[in-house]
Nanobody, 123 residues
């Protein structure tokens, strides 16, 4: 059974940090690209960061560049999203997703989705 378990969300003040984790099982994790998406109330789900399974290349949305860092631990089957200098506009439910191919920013490229973890940044 394929599982993606997102965790690490919470309430933090602006300027603070959180580290999200996405624990994966049930598929060839090493070969998959993993992404973090987020969805704020009333808004479309948007890509935040992704990391390619083929070579570990990471990419970030402009809104989080320089503040967020994605990493992939194949031995643990886990992807992390370190979020620093958080802003109120980062408040959203964060989802991790896995793609057999390149992944990128298209939601439809992703085969598996986790359940989401809430991140709330207070001003």
């Amino acid at each position: 059974e394929v599982q993606l378990q997102a965790s690490g969300g919470g309430l933090v003040q602006a300027g603070g940090s959180l580290r999200l984790s996405c624990a994966a099982s049930g598929f060839s994790f090493d070969d998959y690209s993993i992404a973090w998406f987020r969805q704020a109330p009333g808004k479309e789900r948007e890509g935040v960061s992704c990391i390619k399974g083929s070579d570990g290349t990471a990419d970030y949305a402009n809104s989080v560049k320089g503040r967020f860092t994605i990493s992939k631990d194949n031995a643990k089957g886990t992807v992390y999203l370190q979020m620093n200098s958080l802003k109120p506009e980062d408040t959203a439910v964060y989802y991790c997703a896995a793609a057999a191919g390149v992944g990128g920013w298209g939601r439809h490229n992703y085969d598996y989705w986790g359940q989401g973890t809430q991140v709330t940044v207070s001003s």
